[in-house]
Nanobody
Framework: VQLQAFGGGLVQAGGSLRLSCAAS????????MGWYRQAPGKQRELVAS???????NYADSVKGRFTISRDNAKNTVYLQMSSLKPEDTAVYYC?????????????WGQGTQVTVSS
């Protein structure tokens, strides 16, 4: 499975960005896709995730500002980010979890930089 992320960039505080991530390859049984982020000097943290049944989960810090969605036909997950804050600055990583056996397999995209200026 390959994950290709798009859409990072530089935006002013209060602005919006949309990230997208397309999965390709042996994509059967991918039941969860999502986004993590890692700021300098900090651990990677979950931003939002969505199941194949479109159940969503958000970090408290982004609730009400970010929206995750998924197009199963295109094997693509989106993250609409609004009301961005400088503390949202990080490298954002697309993630997919594939359940094909006893243990799930985790895949990561290459990361895309999001920088929010104050």
């Amino acid at each position: 499975v390959q994950l290709q992320a798009f859409g990072g960039g530089l935006v002013q505080a209060g602005g919006s960005l949309r990230l997208s991530c397309a999965a390709s390859g042996r994509i059967f049984s991918i039941n969860v896709m999502g986004w993590y982020r890692q700021a300098p000097g900090k651990q990677r943290e979950l931003v939002a995730s969505i199941t194949s049944g479109t159940s969503t989960n958000y970090a408290d810090s982004v609730k009400g500002r970010f929206t995750i969605s998924r197009d199963n036909a295109k094997n693509t997950v989106y993250l609409q980010m609004s009301s961005l804050k400088p503390e949202d600055t990080a490298v954002y990583y697309c993630h997919a979890r594939q359940s094909v056996g006893i243990q799930p397999i985790h895949y990561w995209g290459q990361g895309t930089q999001v920088t929010v200026s104050s």
